[in-house]
T-cell receptor, first 111, second 113 residues
Framework: AQRVTQPEKLLSVFKGAPVELKCNYS??????LFWYVQYSRQRLQLLLR??SRESIKGFTADLNKGETSFHLKKPFAQEEDSAMYYC?????????????FGTGTQLKVEL | DAGVTQSPTHLIKTRGQQVTLRCSPK?????VSWYQQALGQGPQFIFQ???????QRGNFPDRFSGHQFPNYSSELNVNALLLGDSALYLC????????????FGPGTRLTVT
């Protein structure tokens, strides 16, 4: 069974402060991990995936297989980062890509 | 390209009724996935359609069924509605060979009374 846990419902930080959104997963096989973001009044969209190892909008995430974590980080929070963030997992092989989402973390960046 | 579109935007139904939700994928996409998002929860995978067949299914009862048409658009049908079916239903489409890359629609808000 696949499971994704995001322990924080709400994370509030000041502008310019570092951000870390936590994500832990459980999956017996090889997972592919993603972060999706939903800005206010917009649809859910892909922020980044671990395989591409890209930095998007200043965010990075490293897959730690030992700790089964995929935390999302940004060194300096911006006001426009305020949004709902979802961590998601998909099997790396097997055809199709069923995404299993966490419950999400609302990030609020205060001035 | 309007991206993934879904209809209707909102829907109110009574317990026991049946409902059909529609999804048009992004231009050039051939795979459609459906998710249910209850209030305060992350989206939950219902099923995925590819080449007009159900390719994968999540942990949802048979009351939930779907269809994909030759033009890749899709329908989600829910029979014998329960109060617990009230949720936002999201459709996501993926380009050929890249089903990991899912583009989401705005969703259909279903309320069952």
């Amino acid at each position: 069974a696949q499971r994704v846990t995001q322990p924080e419902k709400l994370l509030s930080v000041f502008k310019g402060a570092p951000v870390e959104l936590k994500c832990n997963y459980s999956y017996s096989g090889s997972p592919e991990l993603f972060w999706y973001v939903q800005y206010s009044r917009q649809r859910l969209q892909l922020l980044l995936r671990h395989i591409s190892r890209e930095s998007i909008k200043g965010f990075t995430a490293d897959l730690n297989k030992g700790e089964t974590s995929f935390h999302l980080k940004k060194p300096f929070a911006q006001e426009e980062d305020s949004a709902m963030y979802y961590c998601a997992l998909s099997p790396l092989t097997g055809g199709g890509n069923k995404l299993t989402f966490g419950t999400g973390t609302q990030l609020k960046v205060e001035l | 390209d309007a991206g993934v579109t879904q209809s209707p935007t909102h829907l109110i139904k009574t317990r026991g009724q049946q409902v059909t939700l529609r999804c048009s994928p992004k231009s050039g996409h051939d795979t459609v996935s459906w998710y249910q998002q209850a209030l305060g929860q992350g989206p939950q995978f219902i099923f995925q359609y590819y080449e007009e067949e159900e390719r994968q299914r999540g942990n949802f009862p048979d009351r939930f069924s779907g269809h994909q048409f030759p033009n890749y658009s899709s329908e989600l049908n829910v029979n014998a509605l329960l109060l617990g079916d009230s949720a936002l239903y999201l459709c996501a489409s993926s380009p050929p060979g890249q089903s990991y890359e899912q583009y989401f629609g705005p969703g259909t808000r279903l309320t069952v009374t």
